[in-house]
C-alpha cells in the first residue's frame, strides 16, 4: 500500500525498520512526522500498524516509488548482501525518475575502517575494510555517493558502532546467564545507544549537508568485559569471570569482532550537528534502561 502525501506533514520513509529505523521513527513521529517503512509479511505490516506507521510493501515496486516520492527524508538500514545493497537496488529507479529530491539517510559501519591497533579513527581515514561485511558496506556507501551525485539527493552517510538499547544490552546477556568476559589486553570496542542514534540522526536531517560522514559512537571506548562487568552490578549478579580470548574457539562473527581493535572518534557529528549522545558511555545507557524497567 502506498501512503498519500498530507499536505503540510513532514513525512518519513524507513527502509527496514530495525532497530535504528524504529527508534527513529518512533522520535519523528512524536515530533508530528508521518512515518512510513518496508514491511515483508502481513505480520510485519500489522505490528507497523499498531505503531501508526504506514507499511509499505517491499516487493512492490509502485508502492517504494510512491513512498519514496512523497518523503521529505528517507533512511535505508537495511545491510547489503553479495548482490548490493537492497534499498539502492530498490529506490534507486524511483529516485532517478521522480522530480522529488529528499534528503537520505545510509547507515554503515565503523568496520570499514578495519583494524588501527587501538588508535583513534576519524571519517577521514581512508577506509581499510578486512571482512567481506566490510567490503559490501564500502560498496554500498559508494553506490549510495555516485546516485546522491547524479540524481542531485542530499545524502548522509552514518557509520555507526555495536548498538544496544533496551532488550538488547549486556544487562540481558546477564540475566540469561550466558554473559562472558573475554579479554584481549588493549582491546577496545565502541558503542551507541539507540536513542542517541536516532538523535544524531533526526539533528542531521534538520541540518542537511550533501556528502556528509558522521561517525556516530558514544565518548567511552571500552573493553566489553568492562560493559559485562558494570551490567552485573548494576543487576547484583555475580560477575563472570574473565576468559582470555582465543580466537580459533570462536565463531567467524565473533572472530571478526575481535579482530579489530580502534577508538572511533565522534568528535564532528559534535561540531557539526551539535549533538551530544545522552548516554556519554555504556554506564548511563545500562543505567537508563535498568531504570525503564523499574529496576
Sequence with gaps: MSPPRLPGLPRLFVFGWGGVGAALGRRLK?????????????GAAAA???????????ADPGALAAAAGAADAVLVTAPPDDGGCPGLAALAPALRAGEARPWIGYLSTTGVYGDHGGRWVFEQTPTAPQSAEAHRRVAAETAWSALAAETGATLAIFRLPGLYGPGRSALDRVRAGDARRLVRPGQVFSRLHLGDAATAIATAIARPRAGAVFNLCDDLPAPSADVTAHAARLLGLPVPPEEPVDLSTLSVP???????NKRVSNAL????LGWRPAFPTYREGLAAILAAQGR
Design 30 to 42: 512524536a515530533e508530528g512526522w508521518a512515518v512510513s517503512a518496508t514491511a515483508r509479511s502481513e
Design 254 to 260: 565473533a572472530r571478526r569482532f575481535w579482530s579489530e
Design 48 to 58: 507497523l500498524a499498531a505503531e501508526g506507521v504506514q507499511d509499505v510493501d517491499v
Design 269 to 272: 557529528a559534535k561540531a557539526e
